[in-house]
């Protein structure tokens, strides 16, 4: 999650915290002969052609239009068939058309995904969340703060609160002394915000792409983290939220770890959530950015939702995609809600990413991926796919990183 939505262990700090090849030339072209033109058809220089009216353009003297277009299409396939063009001239211009072709097709998509208008009712269902850093339990925040957060938040959809209390270490265990303050939080929540559930966010960084990291491959580990489960959830906390990343789809050790996790969870009668990854917007392109990069971005529909039925909560992280203009992003979070609706189950809360943090890089473009953008094309998705879904809501990352303009946004496009 970016910034990072922390898989791993630091916190973003708040203001507090905070060839060239060698070709023969080609032959010269043979010059057209008088009374012909390049193409050997009648009407050439030395010959007028017919006059406007009978067949040719206006006013044009030459061939006709059709004589005109085949003697364009002639001298067309005479220079692709110059020796000069015929491999690396060629092989760049089918590279070009193979690397430019698709992802204007898909800016096209997007752009016509942001089109038209939402549908009424698509708006807070009372079930958003809001990701906290970790000031809220190492010490660093007071009532005052709190009193601060409630007041925000009592107009507002938000239901769950996920406090990041680990990182969780790289064998599943987690410190009792990474969340000191836990429960004076979750009885001053508990206290101003009755019914707001606070839920403790765990993370780690997976060794899915270098050695250094969680192995969740590791039986031990994975018997670790639910045993650090167990921990937090005796601490106090109202459910247990999990971001472990980079997560490469179709990973069967993190389904084997949500199975053991939900029998926790549902035995304490609290939540189970996971941050997800983006649902893959195109057949085969998770597939090929791992193979170009190493890193594979998204998941496979399928993958997205067999975890959606083995979590209570399912939180898309729509962000850090990348795209330069508002419009391409709200379309492409509209394709994301409409994927990850048709798989999720209707017992499962669907929560969309929100992104309340302002960066300015390669993955993020702070004045396209903006909080309007997201609302507007989370309710398209909703409106076009399952305008009635009652378990449903956008999730804010994150506290420390949102400005005043972020909350208006949220507030005036979702909640009304």
């Given at each position: 999650?970016?910034?990072?939505?922390?898989?791993?262990?630091?916190?973003?700090?708040?203001?507090?915290?905070?060839?060239?090849?060698?070709?023969?030339?080609?032959?010269?072209?043979?010059?057209?002969?008088?009374?012909?033109?390049?193409?050997?058809?009648?009407?050439?220089?030395?010959?007028?052609?017919?006059?406007?009216?009978?067949?040719?353009?206006?006013?044009?003297?030459?061939?006709?239009?059709?004589?005109?277009?085949?003697?364009?299409a002639r001298r067309a396939w005479d220079?692709?068939?110059?020796?000069?063009?015929?491999?690396?001239?060629?092989?760049?211009?089918?590279?070009?058309?193979?690397?430019?072709?698709?992802?204007?097709?898909?800016?096209?998509?997007?752009?016509?995904?942001?089109?038209?208008?939402?549908?009424?009712?698509?708006?807070?269902?009372?079930?958003?969340?809001?990701?906290?850093?970790?000031?809220?339990?190492?010490?660093?925040?007071?009532?005052?703060?709190?009193?601060?957060?409630?007041?925000?938040?009592?107009?507002?959809?938000?239901?769950?609160?996920?406090?990041?209390?680990?990182?969780?270490?790289?064998?599943?265990?987690?410190?009792?002394?990474?969340?000191?303050?836990?429960?004076?939080?979750?009885?001053?929540?508990?206290?101003?915000?009755?019914?707001?559930?606070?839920?403790?966010?765990?993370?780690?960084?997976?060794?899915?792409?270098?050695?250094?990291?969680?192995?969740?491959?590791?039986?031990?580990?994975?018997?670790?983290?639910?045993r650090s489960t167990r921990q937090i959830?005796?601490?106090?906390?109202?459910?247990?939220?999990?971001?472990?990343?980079?997560?490469?789809?179709?990973?069967?050790?993190?389904?084997?770890?949500?199975?053991?996790?939900?029998?926790?969870?549902?035995?304490?009668?609290?939540?189970?959530?996971?941050?997800?990854?983006?649902?893959?917007?195109?057949?085969?392109?998770?597939?090929?950015?791992?193979?170009?990069?190493?890193?594979?971005?998204?998941?496979?529909?399928?993958?997205?939702?067999?975890?959606?039925?083995?979590?209570?909560?399912?939180?898309?992280?729509?962000?850090?995609?990348?795209?330069?203009?508002?419009?391409?992003?709200?379309?492409?979070?509209?394709?994301?809600?409409?994927?990850?609706?048709?798989?999720?189950?209707?017992?499962?809360?669907?929560?969309?990413?929100?992104?309340?943090?302002?960066?300015?890089?390669?993955?993020?473009?702070?004045?396209?991926?903006?909080?309007?953008?997201?609302?507007?094309?989370?309710?398209?998705?909703?409106?076009?796919?399952?305008?009635?879904?009652?378990?449903?809501?956008?999730?804010?990352?994150?506290?420390?990183?949102?400005?005043?303009?972020?909350?208006?946004?949220?507030?005036?496009?979702?909640?009304?």
């Amino acid at each position: 999650m970016p910034p990072t939505h922390p898989q791993a262990p630091a916190q973003p700090q708040a203001p507090e915290e905070q060839e060239p090849l060698t070709h023969p030339q080609a032959p010269a072209q043979p010059q057209a002969s008088v009374g012909t033109d390049e193409t050997g058809e009648p009407g050439g220089p030395g010959e007028p052609g017919p006059a406007a009216g009978a067949g040719g353009e206006p006013g044009s003297g030459g061939g006709d239009g059709a004589r005109s277009r085949a003697g364009w299409a002639r001298r067309a396939w005479d220079v692709w068939r110059r020796p000069s063009l015929r491999r690396p001239k060629r092989i760049a211009l089918v590279l070009a058309l193979v690397l430019l072709l698709p992802p204007l097709a898909a800016g096209v998509a997007l752009r016509v995904n942001y089109a038209g208008d939402p549908a009424a009712g698509t708006q807070t269902r009372n079930r958003d969340a809001l990701w906290l850093g970790h000031a809220w339990v190492d010490g660093r925040k007071r009532d005052a703060d709190v009193e601060v957060l409630a007041r925000r938040l009592r107009a507002t959809g938000i239901r769950d609160l996920y406090v990041h209390a680990g990182p969780l270490e790289h064998d599943g265990t987690l410190p009792e002394s990474a969340y000191p303050r836990a429960r004076w939080l979750i009885e001053a929540v508990h206290r101003e915000l009755p019914g707001v559930r606070v839920q403790a966010w765990l993370g780690d960084a997976l060794a899915s792409e270098g050695p250094h990291g969680m192995r969740l491959e590791r039986a031990a580990t994975r018997d670790a983290v639910v045993r650090s489960t167990r921990q937090i959830l005796t601490a106090g906390f109202d459910g247990a939220h999990f971001d472990l990343e980079p997560l490469h789809s179709g990973d069967r050790n993190y389904l084997a770890l949500l199975d053991d996790l939900h029998r926790v969870t549902r035995a304490r009668g609290v939540p189970l959530s996971v941050a997800a990854h983006q649902i893959d917007p195109l057949p085969a392109a998770n597939s090929v950015r791992g193979t170009l990069t190493g890193h594979p971005k998204w998941w496979s529909q399928a993958f997205f939702g067999q975890v959606a039925r083995r979590v209570d909560q399912i939180a898309v992280m729509t962000y850090d995609t990348a795209l330069p203009l508002e419009s391409l992003f709200g379309g492409y979070v509209a394709q994301q809600t409409s994927l990850a609706l048709e798989v999720t189950p209707e017992s499962t809360d669907l929560l969309m990413g929100l992104p309340f943090f302002h960066e300015d890089d390669m993955s993020h473009h702070e004045n396209a991926e903006t909080v309007a953008a997201a609302v507007r094309g989370t309710r398209l998705g909703l409106s076009r796919t399952d305008r009635t879904r009652a378990r449903f809501g956008v999730a804010l990352y994150v506290d420390f990183a949102a400005r005043e303009e972020d909350w208006t946004a949220y507030r005036e496009g979702w909640v009304g």
